[in-house]
């Protein structure tokens, strides 16, 4: 299985700093939010990996690349846990970076589109959107492959709970009369109150070549405001097919904003244990 990063949009609300660096690339506890991705997928076993791209994302290959002149320089000062560190990002998995076309339309299904020439025809997919981080025991794409392999559903759909004024802000599942994992319909966003459920898509999903049968590109399939949305997509095969809802064990964190990421930052580095102690005593130290 081939796993599929989304990274193709402008990462608006960080801007000025997202003008030259992708937010992708912003880092956390001195590690781009990028390689948190791949390395989640690295540890279910995906080691094949399409970063679906924007324009001016050159920084994010260049991560993933070897870097000759500095090994060498890391090397002759014999600073050795740092060689290995960056040899490390450039052979954990076989990256390839795609950019995403102009004609495809936008929305968040429209990476898959562009990914697709790069998959291996008739074999299931992960795909994952590149703003969120999942801090788990077990990483979410391990979580995610156990329910398909249980199920060999069309879809693998990763959801967690909300409170319910915060189910207006994302994809609202509601499952099947009867049953405990089975997907009738998501509802993208509703209107405060009117939420099928409290459990979110958060991001995470496992397709087969069956997505593509429901997602064209074309005007026909376009959803709110012109896009090419994913759960549209999902409630199409939700009709045709099966879709399993996995809730997923772990702390979910957006990080699409300063702020949000900012307390992703301050989540992930509580759990290094060579950053604890000094910002749990940095934080109390504050006069707020």
Not at 109 to 121: F, G, I, N
Not at 145 to 151: D, S
Not at 158 to 173: F, I, P, S, W
Request: glycine share 8%.
């Amino acid at each position: 299985m081939k796993g599929i990063i989304t990274i193709a949009g402008y990462g608006t609300r960080f801007l000025p700093a997202s003008k030259a660096v992708p937010k992708e690339m912003f880092p956390m506890a001195g590690i781009p939010l990028i390689q948190y991705h791949v390395e989640s997928l690295v540890a279910a076993g995906i080691t094949e990996i399409i970063v679906v791209v924007r324009a001016g994302s050159e920084v994010v290959q260049h991560h993933f690349a070897p870097a000759p002149d500095l090994e060498q320089y890391l090397d002759r000062s014999r600073k050795t846990a740092l060689l290995e560190q960056v040899q490390r990002v450039s052979r954990m998995a076989d990256i390839v970076f795609v950019r995403q076309p102009e004609t495809l339309p936008y929305g968040n299904a429209s990476p898959a589109l562009a990914a697709r020439p790069w998959l291996t025809p008739g074999e299931p997919f992960y795909y994952m959107f590149g703003d969120d981080i999942i801090i788990a025991d077990v990483p979410a794409p391990q979580q995610m492959l156990h329910a398909f392999n249980e199920f060999q559903p069309a879809v693998v759909l990763a959801t967690q709970q909300v409170q319910d004024e915060e189910t207006h802000l994302y994809g609202c599942v509601e499952l099947k009369p009867g049953s405990k994992n089975e997907m009738a319909r998501i509802v993208e966003k509703p209107a405060p109150g009117t939420a099928p459920s409290n459990q979110v898509q958060i991001g995470h999903f496992i397709f087969t070549p069956e997505l593509f049968d429901v997602l064209q590109g074309s005007d026909s399939e376009r959803g709110k405001g012109g896009e090419l949305w994913l759960a549209d997509a999902v409630g199409r095969l939700a009709a045709r097919s099966s879709v399993i809802v996995q809730p997923i064990e772990g702390l979910w964190m957006a990080a699409g904003d300063p702020l949000r990421h900012l307390k992703a930052c301050i989540e992930v580095s509580l759990r290094r244990d060579d950053m604890r102690d000094g910002l749990i005593e940095y934080l109390r130290s504050l006069e707020l």
